[in-house]
T-cell receptor, first 112, second 114 residues
Framework: GEDVEQSLFLSVREGDSSVINCTYTDSSSTYLYWYKQEPGAGLQLLTYIFSNMDMKQDQRLTVLLNKKDKHLSLRIADTQTGDSAIYFC????????????FGTGTLLAVQP | GAVVSQHPSWVICKSGTSVKIECRSLDFQATTMFWYRQFPKQSLMLMAT?????????EQGVEKDKFLINHASLTLSTLTVTSAHPEDSSFYIC??????????FGPGTRLTVT
């Protein structure tokens, strides 16, 4: 199956770190992504990781990939109120269409 | 770079009419464009994949005759919702890719059918 699960909601205080988790079932994925969606807007690509990597860091964002457990996480350091949004993990299959399978989304609420 | 636009951003139409939504890649040529549908507080559901000059590939359960997709050029794809009904009300989002592994999303179009 092509299931991608995320926790629904996460609340953090401004300045703290946020960790958003994602589990997936299909191990054939080649790229795994994190997208951010603000209310009423499209999706913004935050970062992605290739399946042969364990970790990728990009400024305040750190992505960890545990292929054995099929677990992907996004850590946001020094979380700001502007980070409040819905975060989706997604993976692309290795087929020719490169279609994305999206997770259920995590609403991140940052308290000032 | 990699900006995708959608037009209109919000449309209200009467039941039974057709609505066309445009998706444009503004600063790159898109090898493939994708159309998604998102219900409130839910994730994105892929509707179809389209390549320039060829027929779109629809996901299982998506009616081809209801959701017409035309990919006329490497920078433009259109989605036409034919004979719209209230249950078609949703947020429609397109994406475009130039490399195949990065998808850039449009801002979305909110369709309300009365």
């Amino acid at each position: 199956g092509e299931d991608v699960e995320q926790s629904l909601f996460l609340s953090v205080r401004e300045g703290d770190s946020s960790v958003i988790n994602c589990t997936y079932t299909d191990s054939s994925s080649t790229y795994l992504y994190w997208y951010k969606q603000e209310p009423g807007a499209g999706l913004q690509l935050l970062t992605y990781i290739f399946s042969n990597m364990d970790m990728k860091q990009d400024q305040r964002l750190t992505v960890l990939l545990n292929k054995k457990d099929k677990h992907l996480s996004l850590r946001i350091a020094d979380t700001q109120t502007g980070d409040s949004a819905i975060y989706f993990c997604a993976w692309a299959n290795s087929g020719a269409t490169n279609k994305l399978i999206f997770g259920t989304g995590t609403l991140l609420a940052v308290q000032p | 770079g990699a900006v995708v636009s959608q037009h209109p951003s919000w449309v209200i139409c009467k039941s039974g009419t057709s609505v066309k939504i445009e998706c444009r890649s503004l600063d790159f040529q898109a090898t493939t464009m994708f159309w998604y549908r998102q219900f409130p507080k839910q994730s994105l559901m892929l509707m179809a994949t389209s390549n320039e000059g060829s027929k779109a590939t629809y996901e299982q359960g998506v009616e081809k005759d209801k959701f017409l997709i035309n990919h006329a050029s490497l920078t433009l794809s259109t989605l036409t919702v034919t004979s719209a009904h209230p249950e078609d009300s949703s947020f429609y989002i397109c994406s475009a890719t130039k490399t195949g592994y990065e998808q850039y999303f449009g801002p979305g179009t909110r369709l309300t059918v009365t």
